[in-house]
């Protein structure tokens, strides 16, 4: 069993930065492909960037290209997603998740370890 906690999270304006943070609580973190996924009110949740086990295979939905960046450090079982230009259309609820395959491929909400969320409030 793995327990992810999601950090970072608040209220910005319009053009500002936040960094979201997720703790894993395991050892074998480096096995895991992990990805940060959206919700906002009264939508879907959503794909939003994912990451390979050492870092080298990215993906973004389209619309945080350039502007959000998706990076992990093993050593602290960690994933971060700096999240930069912020528009209120990211007004979301953000979580972080794991799954033990080994490669990307196509990144949907069948992941094996959910956080609870961090809420992003995004003012115009």
């Known amino acids: 069993q793995v327990q992810l906690v999601e950090t970072g999270g608040g209220l910005v304006q319009a053009g500002d930065s936040l960094r979201l943070s997720c703790a894993a609580s395991t050892r074998t973190f480096s096995r895991y492909i992990m990805g940060w996924f959206r919700q906002a009110p009264g939508k879907e949740r959503e794909f939003v960037a994912a990451i390979s086990r050492g870092g080298s295979s990215i993906l973004y939905t389209d619309s945080v290209k350039g502007r959000f960046t998706i990076s992990r450090d093993n050593a602290k079982t960690t994933v971060y997603l700096q999240m930069n230009s912020l528009k209120p259309e990211d007004t979301a609820v953000y979580y972080c998740?794991?799954?033990?395959?080994?490669?990307?491929?196509?990144?949907?909400?069948?992941?094996?370890?959910w956080g609870k969320g961090t809420l992003v409030t995004v003012s115009s």
């Open positions: 998740a794991a799954d033990s395959r080994p490669t990307l491929g196509t990144m949907t909400q069948a992941m094996d370890y």
